[in-house]
């Protein structure tokens, strides 16, 4: 069996205007949301700001932020990045670290800028 690796993955459709983003659970499960490059890089341009990023998508409310302390009343000092994304009736909290999420954003602007293998020719 072929083992999922990288916390965060993400494929640009350029021809769609959408980015997959997948989010290691397990070595054997990853779970993917599809997002409008729009929204992609409004999560790009604020996750590690005070406060983080929290969009409206048409389906999802999303929440990123880079913490530095855990849970209270104990509020440990530790980094990480939360997200969090509430769907109608279920809700799905990950927590990774700073530079998975700094690596997926080189990765964005790399498939951004460059021809990649799934990107259809056009005419």
């Given at each position: 069996?072929?083992?999922?690796?990288?916390?965060?993955?993400?494929?640009?459709?350029?021809?769609?205007?959408e980015v997959?983003?997948?989010?290691?659970?397990?070595?054997?499960t990853?779970?993917t949301y599809?997002?409008?490059?729009?929204?992609?890089?409004?999560?790009?341009g604020?996750?590690?700001?005070?406060g983080?990023c929290?969009?409206?998508?048409?389906?999802?409310?999303?929440?990123?932020q880079?913490?530095t302390s855990?849970?209270?009343p104990?509020?440990k000092?530790?980094?990480?990045?939360?997200?969090?994304?509430?769907?109608?009736?279920?809700?799905f909290?990950?927590?990774?670290?700073?530079?998975?999420?700094?690596?997926?954003?080189?990765?964005?602007?790399?498939?951004?800028?460059?021809?990649?293998?799934?990107?259809?020719e056009?005419?």
């Open positions: 069996m072929l083992e999922f690796t990288k916390p965060l993955k993400i494929y640009l459709f350029k021809e769609t205007n997959s983003l997948s989010i290691l659970v397990s070595s054997n990853v779970n599809m997002l409008k490059v729009e929204d992609f890089e409004k999560i790009l604020f996750w590690n700001k005070k983080g929290q969009i409206q998508t048409d389906n999802a409310v999303w929440h990123i880079y913490k855990g849970p209270r104990e509020s000092p530790v980094a990480y990045v939360r997200i969090a994304i509430y769907l109608k009736s279920q809700a909290h990950y927590r990774v670290d700073y530079d998975d999420v700094y690596e997926m954003q080189k990765d964005y602007f790399y498939q951004k800028n460059n021809k990649m293998y799934w990107d259809k056009t005419q």
